[in-house]
């Protein structure tokens, strides 16, 4: 065995070791106290169990989440370039100042509503767009400006609740993730530690029953050859 894997090997043994005392609780070995911990474990194991399903529904909404914001953004990204391509056309065949008048004055007023819904046990952002025209949605007369940037216009409009819906999709993947993260912290310090903890002392409270118990038999036994 190498210098390298020796020192690597004597650690391991010695970090065995210190897991292995650190394990047990420091209680009394008495028959109340292995009452009190068989019942502690016990909801541990049943609280392990139900934050592991809660993990695992939660990935599994994550992961739909993830892939509705993944369509969303490219559908969003791709509207929103063709809309730019055509509103630059449009600003290439209009002047500047005829732009400026067409589009000082909206026609389209809209109006947000943030609630909140629950995913899991996490409070997600959920927004309800309500928009209000005054006659046509279009700004400006069609002789004012050219094609392109009414079909812009048109198609920015179009995207708007995609844009609304996303930022909504993308809130709640960081407010699950977050969860996520923080339930998984919870599932692993009750398996790898608290569970552990729990199973060692009990079983070093019933050895240190039975050892009692055997030590008292053996008195009994020695009382009674003695008489």
């Known amino acids: 065995m190498t210098r390298g894997r020796l020192t690597h090997f004597l650690f391991y043994l010695n970090f065995k070791f210190i897991d292995k005392t650190m394990a047990r609780l420091n209680v009394n070995p008495t028959r109340m106290e292995l009452k009190k911990l068989k019942a502690r ?27 509705e914001d ?53 409070d997600v952002p959920k927004i309800k767009l309500s928009e209000s025209t005054e006659g046509s949605r279009l ?7 050219t094609s392109e940037a009414d079909g812009s216009v048109e198609m920015v409009s179009a995207l708007l609740p995609k844009l609304i819906r996303l930022a909504e999709v993308e809130k709640a993947v960081r407010l699950l993730a977050d969860e996520i993260e923080r339930n998984k912290r919870r599932v692993n310090a009750l398996e ?15 050895d240190k029953l039975d050892e009692n118990e055997r030590a008292s038999i053996v008195r009994l036994m020695k009382v009674k050859s003695v008489k």
């Open 41 to 67: 474990l016990s909801t541990a194991t049943r609280g392990h169990k139900l934050l592991k399903d809660k993990s695992d529904e939660m990935v599994r909404r994550f992961t739909v989440l993830l892939k």
């Open 139 to 145: 700004p400006y007369a069609y002789s004012e400006i």
């Open 192 to 206: 790898y530690i608290m569970i552990p903890q729990l199973e060692e002392t009990i079983k070093y409270i019933r």
């Open 70 to 122: 993944k369509r969303l953004r490219e559908e969003v990204e791709e509207g929103l370039s063709s809309a730019l391509r055509q509103f630059a056309v449009a600003g290439a065949l209009t002047p500047a100042y005829v732009q400026e008048t067409a589009f000082s004055m909206p026609t389209v007023a809209l109006q947000t509503e943030c609630e909140t819904q629950s995913i899991m046990g996490v």
